[in-house]
Nanobody, 126 residues
Framework: QVQLVESGGGLVQAGGSLRLSCAVSGRTFSSYIMGWFRQAPGKEREFVAHINWNGGNTDYADSVKGRFSISRDISRDNAKNTMYLQMNSLKPEDTAVYYC???????????????WGQGTQVTVSS
């Protein structure tokens, strides 16, 4: 099992920045793909970005390219691993609940991700 806990959400004005964190713990996950997804009210959950936990390769949704950056911090003892989503130049349409997730596959399909955090709210005011 993998446990994921997000933090860092909040209210920010358009043009501002936020950094989300996802604390990762549990079984060995060096081969996992770690992703960020978001879900706005009345909309389906959508892909934001993912990173190969082992190699660090990244991919982004077109809507966030150039504004968001995904990264991870691997601790030496594997006890305190964290994934981040740095969000800059935020827009009101970025308002959503943001989730971190883990998968065995490099995919932008949320159905390919069996492990999820509880989500953190991001609200961007105009």
């Amino acid at each position: 099992q993998v446990q994921l806990v997000e933090s860092g959400g909040g209210l920010v004005q358009a043009g501002g920045s936020l950094r989300l964190s996802c604390a990762v713990s549990g079984r060995t996950f060096s081969s996992y793909i770690m992703g960020w997804f978001r879900q706005a009210p009345g909309k389906e959950r959508e892909f934001v970005a993912h990173i190969n936990w082992n190699g660090g390769n990244t991919d982004y949704a077109d809507s966030v390219k150039g504004r968001f950056s995904i990264s991870r911090d691997i601790s030496r003892d594997n006890a305190k691993n964290t994934m981040y989503l740095q969000m800059n130049s935020l827009k009101p349409e970025d308002t959503a609940v943001y989730y971190c997730a883990a998968s065995f596959f490099r995919s932008s399909n949320p159905n390919e991700y069996p492990y999820w955090g509880q989500g953190t709210q991001v609200t961007v005011s105009s």
